[in-house]
């Protein structure tokens, strides 16, 4: 199991380009969390999503951000029209389950995908 | 609202000496508490969660609820344990504990 994968791992972009940032969850799991790690901070919740679901996305700021995962192929975290404070290491992270709490319910975290806005 | 506060950002210790990594946290309600390690390189992984009880690569961490505090904590420090660790806090069976939220971060140097 290779684990959650994030591409690309560094992302360039200017202001006002979109940034598309991708993430495959671990084997046999359908439960993803996208989180942002602002400089000098600790990560913070965006959105929780299963396939074909947001379930969460109390964290997403309320414009030019946008989540999906559908039902093949990876989950994506959309930035539109991006601007320097975008700037930052975005996480995925995937469980085998969501809700219901307990042991078993870690979740898994991807190396990050860090983006730059010039 | 919940908060994970880690007073420090970075702690430096000899090989062999006692470490303890702080956290304090605010919820209001039963949390669930974690500590995350990142070495260096490599992503971002549990350490420990209280409901386990574990000990992991010696590390224990007892959750305080009268001082809201869940302290990571080793007798005697290695090398091998210099990394960046994160406290982080979940609602628990009752909130949504999907959600984690975490300290800044402590950047722990075992010095040789």
């Known amino acids: 199991n290779a684990g959650v994968m994030q591409n690309p791992r560094h992302l360039v972009r200017r202001r006002g380009q979109e940034a598309r940032l991708r993430c495959s969850p671990m084997?046999?799991?359908?439960?993803v969390y996208w989180y942002r790690q602002l400089p000098e901070e600790g990560l913070k919740f965006m959105v929780y999503l299963q396939k074909e679901n947001i379930i969460d996305e109390s964290g997403m700021p309320k414009e030019r951000f946008s989540a999906e995962f559908p039902k093949e192929g990876p989950s994506i975290l959309r930035i539109q029209q991006v601007v320097r404070g975008d700037s930052a290491a975005y996480f995925c992270?995937?469980?085998?389950?969501?809700?219901?709490?307990?042991?078993?319910?870690?979740?898994?975290f991807g190396p990050g995908t860090r983006l730059t806005v010039l | 609202a919940q908060r994970v506060t880690q007073p420090e950002k970075l702690l430096s210790v000899f090989k062999g000496a006692p470490v303890e990594l702080k956290c304090n946290y605010s919820?209001?309600?039963?949390?669930?508490l974690f500590w995350y390690v990142q070495y260096s390189r490599q992503r971002l992984q549990l350490l420990l969660r209280h409901i386990s009880r574990e000990s992991i690569k010696g590390f224990t961490a007892d959750l305080n609820k009268g001082e809201t505090s869940f302290h990571l904590k080793k007798p005697f420090a290695q090398e091998e344990d210099s990394a960046m660790y994160y406290c982080?806090?979940?609602?628990?069976?009752?909130?949504?504990?999907?959600?984690?939220?975490f300290g800044k971060g402590t950047l722990l140097t075992v010095n040789p």
């Open positions: 919820y209001s309600g039963s949390p669930e």
């Open positions: 084997k046999g799991h359908s439960h």
């Open positions: 992270a995937s469980s085998p389950r969501g809700t219901s709490g307990g042991a078993g319910n870690e979740q898994f």
């Open positions: 982080a806090l979940s609602g628990g069976s009752g909130g949504s504990n999907y959600k984690l939220t």
